[in-house]
């Protein structure tokens, strides 16, 4: 069985930034498994602008972004190896993957990147009455059939859901000659950023209903019809109906981490991210298996993935020489009123790295809000912020000041100010 | 008179109010482009443009482009008919000039990935 020091499932951002800042900190024998045809991940579908103003201080698409990356990746000569399926991870760091040239492989490694993105929820996992006519699919199988394939799904189009990817689509198809007729979100507020609401939406005048969701798919075998309703607390409100004549639905209702692998190896999630449950090196519950990227929590800017995975891999290479201290001088980290999640979930003190980022996302829209910070019931620090909302991932940071003393656990709430 | 405005130069997305009579005085920015950003939106609105082209003998058929500069929002759709009439072959490298001078706008369109 072939020995590597680190394999790294999947080679999309997160998959990369790991691998380089590994090889680069002097290990060796690190292998990506990537089961589509080319590195890059979700990056190559996404050719639209606004990646990188943090990491390269200019804005990229996609796949520019990718490619810097891939670049740097041919030049360290780290090995990688294309259309291979990761099958299964066991907890002794062997993993099973196929490809057409190996067949079925056994590797083991020292330590493992989980790096295997999120997938978007389709028709399936959403609720929606009505036949489940052709013509309705994700917003993310769209976009692939249109920017790589160069295919439009529909021309009469309308989305269901505001994340970011549907906005995205709605002014995509708009350019390439198809009509929007509007954009519906069940909640009272957008699930997208703010910027992909006016640049996609209002740019070109398409409606978004929030507060609406779509109560009946009309069509044989193909849609011919929606029907959206407002809504009062998710129950739809008789007499608000709306009828749009369409060819095409799409859903743009919420992106999962891919984790089938790691439960199936035993590694505990996180029952709101659905992404595995880490400490500050971003290490899982099984020792010597990480995690970075959309597998851990869904980031909106992959800026954000490539900073966490460069820590994540910073980590993985103190775990391979020895320096993560196991003993255990474990704090946990803990959502309280207004805050959805926090990441990461738990901090042992022994092997902090101070400045230490903190990511969390809040659970309902805030305006002169403060993030308060507490170490058990002492408030460490307090952060202004004029607007909070659960579509714009927040970051803080704590430094060795905020945590000298006796440490309790983290508590984190927001407040918001009279 | 108020303008609120939210900025889209970077995504941190900022909500601005910007003063158009006090030579557009901008509150709400966390950086400096949020200034820039505020003045031009409101008297030149301006956007990058990406999309597509036919490509021939790649690995897929379709080659990402993107404007190298940003064009006037009412010239997005014209800029749009121009990229639909290209066809390219590979190989072609990241950057590599798809149309000079689109429009005469002093853009061009131009390849934002290898392949
Ligand atoms: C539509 C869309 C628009 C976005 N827009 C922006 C934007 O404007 N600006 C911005 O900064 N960010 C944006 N983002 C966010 C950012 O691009 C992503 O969060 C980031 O690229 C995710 O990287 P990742 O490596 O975690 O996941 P991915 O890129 O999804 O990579 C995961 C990789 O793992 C592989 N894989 C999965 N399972 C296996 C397996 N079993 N075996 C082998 N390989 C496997 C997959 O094939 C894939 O290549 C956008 C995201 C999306 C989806
Ligand atoms: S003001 Fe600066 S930080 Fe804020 S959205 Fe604009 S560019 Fe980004």
């Known amino acids: ?418 | 008179m108020i303008e609120k405005l939210i900025c889209i130069a970077c995504p941190m997305g900022c909500h601005l109010e910007v003063d158009v009579e006090d030579d557009y005085r901008v509150e709400g920015n966390q950086c400096n482009r949020g200034v820039l950003y505020a003045k031009k939106e409101l008297t030149n609105p301006t956007r990058i443009v990406t999309s597509t082209v036919v490509i021939k003998g790649g690995i897929y058929r379709r080659l990402p482009v993107k404007t190298n500069g940003e064009v006037s929002k009412k010239l997005i759709f014209k800029v749009m008919e121009e990229i639909n009439k290209v066809e390219v072959s590979s190989p072609i490298k990241c950057g590599d000039v798809i149309i000079k001078n689109v429009l005469n706008t002093n853009i061009d369109v131009v390849a934002s990935r290898s392949m």
């Open chain 1, 1 to 418: 069985m072939k020995q590597y020091d680190v394999v790294v499932i999947g080679g999309g951002s997160a998959g990369l930034a790991a691998a380089l800042e590994i090889k680069k900190q002097g290990i060796d024998h690190v292998l990506i498994l990537e089961r589509d045809a080319e590195l890059g991940g979700i990056l190559l579908q996404c050719i639209h602008n606004g990646f990188g103003l943090k990491v390269f201080k200019e804005e990229l698409t996609g796949p520019e972004y990718a490619e810097r990356f891939v670049q740097e990746l041919l030049e360290m000569g780290i090995e990688y190896k294309l259309n291979s399926m990761v099958t299964k991870l066991n907890p002794d760091k062997t993993i099973e993957y196929a490809n057409v040239n190996e067949g079925f492989v056994k590797i083991s490694a020292r330590a493992v990147v989980l790096a295997m993105g999120c997938y978007e929820r389709n028709s399936g996992s959403i609720s929606i009455p009505g036949n489940r006519p052709s013509g309705v699919l994700t917003a993310g199988s769209a976009q692939k059939y249109l920017n790589i394939d160069g295919y439009l799904v529909g021309k009469r189009v309308f989305i269901l859901g505001s994340g970011d990817i549907g906005l995205i689509m709605a002014r995509r198809m708009t350019l390439e000659g198809a009509k929007v007729l509007g954009v519906a979100e069940v909640l009272p507020f957008s699930g997208g950023l703010k910027r992909n609401i006016v640049q996609c939406l209002d740019d070109y005048d398409i409606p978004l209903y929030l507060s609406h969701t779509v109560t009946d798919i009309i069509g044989e075998s193909k849609v011919e019809k929606i029907v959206i309703s407002q809504v009062d607390n998710f129950v739809p409100i008789p007499g608000t109906e709306k009828t749009f004549e369409i060819d095409t639905l799409l859903l743009s209702v919420g992106l999962v981490p891919e984790n089938s692998l790691s439960e199936r190896c035993g590694i505990i999630l996180d029952k709101k991210t659905k992404g595995p449950v880490v400490n500050e090196s971003y290490q899982t519950n099984i020792e010597g298996i990480f995690a970075c990227g959309n597998v851990l929590h869904v980031h909106d800017l992959v800026d954000f993935v490539t900073e966490e995975s460069r820590k994540a891999g910073r980590s993985v290479v103190r775990y391979l020489n020895h320096e993560l201290n196991a003993t255990n001088n474990m704090i946990n980290v803990l959502p309280k009123n207004g805050v959805s999640y926090l990441l990461p979930q738990e901090i042992n003190l022994s092997n902090l790295v101070t400045p230490m980022d903190i990511f969390m996302r809040v659970n309902k829209e805030f305006k002169n809000a403060e993030i308060v910070i507490s170490n058990g019931d002492t408030v460490i620090k307090r952060i202004k912020k004029k607007h909070l909302a659960p579509a714009e991932m927040e970051k803080f940071i704590l430094k060795d000041v905020d945590l000298t003393g006796d440490m309790i656990d983290i508590n984190v709430a927001i407040e918001v100010q009279s």
